[in-house]
T-cell receptor, first 112, second 116 residues
Framework: KAGVTQTPRYLIKTRGQQVTLSCSPI?????VSWYQQTPGQGLQFLFE???????NKGNFPGRFSGRQFSNSRSEMNVSTLELGDSALYLC???????????FGNGTRLTVT | AQKVTQAQTEISVVEKEDVTLDCVYE???????LFWYKQPPSGELVFLIR??????QNEISGRYSWNFQKSTSSFNFTITASQVVDSAVYFC?????????????FGGGTRLMVKP
């Protein structure tokens, strides 16, 4: 079974631009979560989607948004990029409420 | 508020040594889950183990073992006879409530370097 797939692996954007990251969960997994990893703040929860609905959101500004499609694939969008948004963005999926998260390799975003 | 502390930021050992990674957590919930993940240089977080707050039984899986003690709010991870392939950053994480794995709070991670 293929794991969680994130595209692209690397992105370089300029301050003020927007970016969209993509995540394909493990087949059969309907829940997708996003995490941001930075050297300063560590791993922080962004949001979780289940059946196309956002179930939980972390403490991030409204510039961070996401969505989930009917095939469980998910995208996250960051608008008006700031230098501090440079990070590794990790997507994770799980089969059900009692299942652990399985993570992808992440997308490394650099904002210049 | 929930919190996870991994006091050891970096550990260096020689191959075949045993090593213990410490994890201390804080939560007001009586129901919660604890996790350990491994992050190799490739970046993905690899799930190692999950423990719920009602199960204090220690677990062994090959060279890996976990010691969960509610009395000290600790969930420590021991690697026996370490190998170079164990080199990675290890994260302890906590999830409150019955929804196992939702909204994980991660510790700062421990970078383990195993030298040949």
């Amino acid at each position: 079974k293929a794991g969680v797939t994130q595209t692209p692996r690397y992105l370089i954007k300029t301050r003020g631009q927007q970016v969209t990251l993509s995540c394909s969960p493990i087949s059969g997994h309907r829940s997708v979560s996003w995490y941001q990893q930075t050297p300063g703040q560590g791993l922080q929860f962004l949001f979780e989607y289940f059946s196309e609905t956002q179930r939980n959101k972390g403490n991030f500004p409204g510039r961070f948004s996401g969505r989930q499609f009917s095939n469980s694939r998910s995208e996250m969008n960051v608008s008006t990029l700031e230098l501090g948004d440079s990070a590794l963005y990790l997507c994770a999926s799980r089969q059900g409420q009692s299942s652990p998260l399985h993570f992808g390799n992440g997308t490394r975003l650099t904002v210049t | 508020a929930q919190k996870v502390t991994q006091a050891q930021t970096e550990i260096s050992v020689v191959e075949k040594e045993d090593v213990t990674l410490d994890c201390v957590y804080e939560t007001r919930d009586t129901t919660y889950y604890l996790f350990w993940y491994k992050q190799p240089p490739s970046g993905e977080l690899v799930f190692l183990i999950r423990r719920n707050s009602f199960d204090e039984q220690n677990e062994i899986s090959g060279r890996y073992s976990w010691n969960f003690q509610k009395s000290t709010s600790s969930f420590n991870f021991t690697i026996t006879a370490s190998q170079v392939v164990d080199s990675a950053v290890y994260f302890c994480a906590l999830s409150e409530g019955y929804n196992a794995g939702n909204m994980l709070t991660f510790g700062g991670g421990t970078r383990l370097m195993v030298k040949p």
